[in-house]
């Protein structure tokens, strides 16, 4: 009867895995799970990560599909990465999505604007051929020495073996220094600038991907470690949320221990010859002077270290009063600025509403086109690493723009200035490649048309070393 009654089991668990719907696994990540939990374990409560990591440990099972691997990635994009454990768990997933193909660029079919799709690699072997016809030309004048023309086609080269149907975040990267060593004396315009301002819009696109941790992840059987240090600014960001509470602490200890010292030494002082003299069964005195002395020099430590605690907790006091009065003047402040773009409505006169003043939004961009225009949807609200160039002050359909001296972005823009600056940019002075500062004397005017930003003017600069 057991026999039969363990067939019929196997046989309706057999059904269910058959008749019920293939899962359709597409990766087996239980193991990653044990790993990612460990990490999950070490991080404070109080970092957002937490929340969206504990979500995520659902997904890390034994049967993946192609789905929830894409809800894996949603989610390791939308992570701040801001807890000191942060390399450890960004390792683990991103070498999931790694190995997925989830975190990588298309250069093969890479869709464009208006659903069209662009082959880089097509249009990049087409481009060396150019090159390779150029360096035949050089070669046949007999020149020995390296031009322009086959720098660029050695660079050209290297990108070419980066580029395919999954770049990775740290090919990636390889192809974002390529591109900026990419030289365009002897050879600029035609297939180079298209596919130079090309390559920056995907580069700019992808600039999640160009984040990747440097940390090399080991995994034990208690916990995974990090081999690299944890950014330190970041830990004492966090150490300082907690540097008010910690001096109350310290106080009170000090006060709990100089109570006790108190205690022991008004006993001494009020009968010593009593204690000193009081002896145990093993015939020796329970105290001595020595250990009076000892705690007078205990208590007089103590209170030297209350002291200083005292000055600290003051100062930090006295920082927290003005914060506070700074907050207080909020509301009013905020009023003025309610005051200043709306004028008040007085019906019984029969005065219309004064319209609300023009209120300008900013915007960040990076490189422009070849023919001076900027593509509205790689707009960004803020300053983006690597990308941001000029920011834009927007009011409707115009706009006005100015250099944005970014230094994650400086040394590229002046190495390039045929691509990045002559196209909405006149300079007053001589183009200074040793210039540390851009400044912007006159801004330029853009009009939106479409979803492109038309230059109608290009803004007046001036190179400052």
């Excluded at 691997?69 to 999931?96: C, H, M, S, W």
Aim: proline letters at 4%; glycine letters at 6%; one cysteine or more.
């Amino acid at each position: 009867m057991k026999q039969y009654l363990l067939s019929i089991i196997f046989l309706f668990s057999l059904a269910c895995n058959i008749g019920f719907g293939q899962q359709n696994c597409a990766t087996d990540l239980s193991v990653q799970k044990g790993d990612l939990e460990k990490v999950i374990g070490q991080i404070d409560e109080k970092f957002d990560d937490k929340g969206k990591l504990q979500d995520l440990l659902s997904l890390f099972k034994s049967c993946v599909n192609k789905q929830e691997l894409d809800n894996i990635k949603n989610t390791y994009l939308n992570l701040k990465f801001k807890a000191p454990q942060q390399e450890a768990y960004r390792g683990i997933i991103k070498k999931v999505l790694d190995d997925n193909k989830l975190l990588c660029v298309d250069f093969v079919k890479n869709a464009q604007e208006g659903g069209s799709n662009k082959n880089y690699v097509v249009e990049l072997n087409a481009l060396l051929q150019e090159y390779e016809n150029l360096k035949r030309k050089n070669t046949e004048a007999n020149s020995h020495e390296e031009t322009p023309t086959e720098k660029n086609y050695n660079i050209l080269s290297k990108l070419r073996q980066l580029l395919g149907d999954c770049t990775i975040g740290e090919d990636l990267k390889k192809v974002q220094k390529l591109n900026n060593q990419i030289i365009t004396e002897g050879f600029n315009g035609g297939k180079t600038s298209d596919f130079k301002a090309n390559l920056r819009e995907v580069l700019n696109s992808n600039s999640e991907l160009l984040k990747v941790p440097t940390a090399v992840i080991t995994t034990t059987k208690d916990s995974p470690k990090i081999l690299e240090t944890p950014n330190l600014e970041e830990i004492e960001a966090q150490e300082s949320d907690f540097n008010f509470g910690i001096y109350l602490f310290y106080i009170l200890f000090a006060v709990s221990i100089l109570a006790n010292a108190y205690f022991l030494y008004e006993r001494f002082m009020r009968e010593p010859e009593e204690v000193i003299n009081t002896k145990p069964e093993n015939g020796s005195t329970a105290f001595d002077k020595q250990t009076i002395n000892g705690l007078e020099q205990t208590n007089n430590s103590l209170s030297k270290k209350i002291k200083k605690l005292e000055k600290k907790l003051e100062k930090k006091l006295e920082v927290a009063n003005d914060e506070i009065k700074g907050l207080k003047t909020l509301p009013k402040q905020s009023k003025k600025v309610i005051e200043t773009y709306i004028a008040p409505v007085n019906p019984s006169k029969g005065k219309m509403p004064v319209p609300i003043r023009n209120i300008y939004t900013k915007q960040y961009f990076a490189s422009p086109t070849s023919n001076g225009e900027f593509l509205a949807k790689n707009g960004q609200s803020e300053v983006k690493s690597g990308a941001s160039i000029y920011v834009f002050s927007i009011n409707g359909s115009e706009a006005t723009f100015k250099f944005h001296n970014d230094p994650s972005t400086f040394q590229a823009t002046i190495n390039d200035p045929g691509n990045r600056i002559k196209p909405v940019c006149d300079a007053k002075n001589a183009y200074n490649p040793a210039a540390k500062e851009i400044i912007t004397e006159t801004a330029g005017k853009a009009t939106l048309v479409g979803d492109k930003w038309e230059v109608k003017v290009n803004a007046k600069i001036r190179y400052k070393a």
